[in-house]
């Protein structure tokens, strides 16, 4: 498993500097964001618009996921080691024994 990346990419930068409403309006019209692989580490996410976003292998370690609906995220690959998840929706593929094992001990979440 790669180590996650920071990389250029400006959408990827307007969550980094904590623009998540601004970057949900570029995601809604349609533009591209590569967030594979990427660090996102204890980010305040909680107003992310998460659906149809590739957030495979990336890093939310101790991220702020409160609320999101991440059903239609794919997180295959991602590690949540120590996240804020209360209320938060996953993706059917994943099961309670996945999340639980990548919050408590920072595994990486495989789909069923």
């Known amino acids: 498993m790669a180590t996650p990346t920071i990389n250029d990419d400006p959408l990827y930068q307007m969550l980094r500097e904590g623009h998540v409403e601004e970057f949900n309006q570029h995601h809604q019209s349609g533009a591209a ?7 996102l ?23 702020d996921l409160r ?17 804020k998840i209360s209320g938060t929706l996953f993706p059917k593929q994943l099961t309670a024994e996945e999340i639980t094992l990548s919050l408590v001990h920072g595994t990486r979440m495989r789909y069923r």
Not at 67 to 83: F, H, P, Q, R
């Open 67 to 83: 609320g999101l609906d991440l059903s239609e995220t794919n997180l295959e690959g991602a590690s949540i080691s120590g996240a």
């Open 33 to 39: 964001c590569d967030l594979r692989g990427v660090d």
């Open 41 to 63: 580490r204890s980010l305040d996410l909680r107003k992310l618009d998460a659906k149809n976003l590739d957030l495979r292998d990336s890093y939310l370690r101790q991220a």
